[in-house]
């Protein structure tokens, strides 16, 4: 098992607060370097990719997740909304880099699907413990509103057109060599925007992988999204997938509350006992990232590196304790 964080930048300062909180893996997106189109499309850049690979050696740092762009006219924003010559071409840009990321040994590529994306989401408010500042999220507040891009559409045509898309770009990241790790829905509300959310439950997850089964389609398992979800038994999620060899990714966050209404909070301070989901990675044999996500805003640090090397330290102190560090 092995600990990661979200990269911001490549500064010699930032690289090396990294290395001395003991990070020696990255997930990175950092698009406008990377893609060959301006608006974070077209296909990832060997060159660039190879680059910054290099760059991060001295600091005895590896690249290990790459996020997909998302967000309105990225990489794959047309494939979303059905079957066009416009998405099979966005979805052969999405081949084309996973086999770049295969060829320079990038093992898990993340990636999302929905329209509204993590719409709805108040950020900045002081809810977690002390006053820091952390997302709130009130279905209420936003079941009747939507922004300027959203749609109609049902879980059917949601279903039919990521089914498409993954029948295209599995078997690519099976020859590349490359994980696929979906990050499900947040918030993980069965509405949002007027889109049906397919992969708000654990029923909606276990279809996804039964719809493409391949070693190589999983999950980036958001525990702080599972513990959104409504019931949800977020170690037993875990297990379940784990068993399979389904998870491939991991943000290792935490919330209070559920939909319809839960506020994020600090690692230590939610309604899922970490320890306790720590011991059941290490059990189904988990062997990916662990990355702290969501971070609150703490009291004079505005660049979140106090609450970032919490979280790290948090994580480091669970790997040690179950045997993985």
Known sequence: MKLAVGMRETSDEYLRFLTQLGVHYVKFNLWDELMSEPGACGVM??????????????????????????????????????????ADKEIENVCETIRVCGDC????????????????????????????????????????????????????QMWDNIIYFMERIVPVAEEAGVQLAMHHHDPPTEVLAGEARILCNFAGMKRMIEE??????????????????????????????????????????????????YDEAF????????????????????RHCFIPDHCPGMTGDPDRRATVAYAVAYIRALLHVVGEL
Request: charged share 25%; glycine share 10%; net charge negative.
């Open 212 to 261: 493409v089964d391949s070693p190589v389609n999983g999950f980036n398992i958001c525990q702080g999204t599972l513990a959104e979800q409504a019931g949800s038994d977020v170690l037993g999620v875990i297990r379940y997938f784990g068993e399979r060899g389904k998870i491939n990714h991991c943000h290792f966050r935490n919330v209070k509350g559920s939909v319809p209404v």
């Open 45 to 86: 850049k060997a060159d660039e990719l190879r680059k910054l690979q290099e760059e991060l050696k001295p600091y005895e740092i590896e690249t290990y997740v790459f996020l997909l762009p998302q967000g309105p006219n990225t990489q794959y924003w047309h494939a979303r909304f059905g079957r066009s010559p416009e």
């Open 267 to 286: 690692i230590d301070d939610g309604d899922v006992d970490m320890y306790e989901a720590m011991k059941v990675y290490k059990e189904v044999g988990y």
């Open 105 to 156: 040994g990038l093992p898990v590529i993340e990636w999302t699907w929905s329209i509204p994306d993590v719409f709805g989401r108040v950020g900045a408010s002081p809810v977690a413990r002390g006053g820091a500042t952390t997302s709130h999220f009130d279905y209420d507040l936003i079941k009747d509103k939507r922004p300027a891009y959203a749609v109609d559409m049902s879980a059917e």
